[in-house]
């Protein structure tokens, strides 16, 4: 995490009153502080960029905690460790489609562009579509066309989606993903949502504890960056810590995202769920109905005899 968005997390939580806040530790794994007039002492996380409140159990864990956890590795890049990394999409890819979160989605982006643009329910869906068909996201056309605020997007599209009543635990995902031989593999999360819906999701999955980190789309920065931007793609490489790409993997169920992986250099696959229909040409060079293909497909990842 770098140091601008550390002090940008800590002017927007801290409310004026930074003065008397007192940064006590300060590394790859946050920020650990006391407020210098309550006498109370605080966390800054690079996972969540919010506050909390430690206990003294809490705060003896979070000087110890391994580096084998998500919430204490974003943005760590150790030099010593060489292993490659496996990026994995999250929505659509680490539930399934018949979930239909999109759907539900779709309804609130709609409603969305319906009461801020002012405009027909048709004419909001058909702009909706073309956002997401040109740029992949639809928040990217309101930034660039509407000048609308992301987070307050983000508060009245993706955080009021009912993910309780839809994600269950996976426990076949979580044996597929305790089998990747972390001697050798690193699994991060690559997504472009934003980090309040990416960390509920893999929670209501029961995997948040094995990624190592996580790549969102910031939507509190000035400039939205999302897959399949290039730029995305660097950020990623960087948050995660590693430089070559060729020895990368990456799993995403949007074709142009895939596109855009393959063209990175990154041993892209294509996630196409039984039932739904594939591109005409192949997004990538490895195309799969399931996750569990990822085992045959690259068993040099998997710990042996798993
Ligand atoms: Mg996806």
Redesign the pocket.
């Known amino acids: 995490m770098s140091t601008a968005r550390v002090l940008a997390a800590k002017r927007r939580n801290s409310a004026g009153k930074h003065s008397s806040i007192w940064s006590l530790w300060s590394d790859h794994r946050g920020i650990l502080g006391m407020h210098a007039a309550q006498h109370w002492i605080y966390a800054l996380v690079p996972y969540s960029y919010t506050f909390s409140f430690l206990t003294l159990p809490e705060i003896v864990q979070f000087l110890a905690c391994s580096t084998h956890t998500m919430a204490t590795t974003n943005g760590m890049a150790d030099a010593e460790d060489t292993r490659a990394v496996f990026f994995f ?5 680490l539930y399934t489609k018949a979930y239909k979160i999109h759907e539900h989605m779709s309804v609130l982006i709609d409603n969305y562009f319906q009461s801020h643009l002012s405009m027909s329910r048709e004419d909001a869906t058909m702009l909706h579509q073309r956002y997401y068909k040109d740029y992949g996201l639809a928040i990217e056309g309101l930034v660039r066309h509407h000048r609308v605020d992301p987070l307050e997007y983000n508060a009245k599209v993706d955080d009021a989606l009912p993910l309780d009543d839809i994600i269950k635990p996976d426990d076949k995902l979580r044996r597929l993903l305790e089998d990747i031989d972390r001697q050798r593999i690193k699994p991060w999360l690559f ?2 949502a934003y980090i309040n819906h990416a960390r509920k999701v893999v929670k209501l999955l029961g995997v948040e504890d094995l990624f190592e980190g996580i790549t969102f789309c910031d939507y509190g920065a000035e400039k939205l960056l999302c897959k399949p931007d290039p730029a995305m793609f660097d950020k990623a490489m960087r948050e995660a810590g590693v430089v070559d790409p060729t020895s990368c993997y990456y799993v ?3 074709a142009l ?1 895939c596109v855009g992986g393959k063209k990175y250099g990154l041993k892209t696959v294509h996630l196409v769920e039984e039932g739904s229909s594939s591109p005409p040409e192949p997004a990538c060079d490895h195309q799969i109905k399931h996750l569990e293909e990822l085992r045959a497909l690259f068993p040099e990842v998997f710990r042996t005899g798993s």
């Open positions: 999409d999250i929505d659509n890819c997504t472009n995403d169920d949007s995202n």
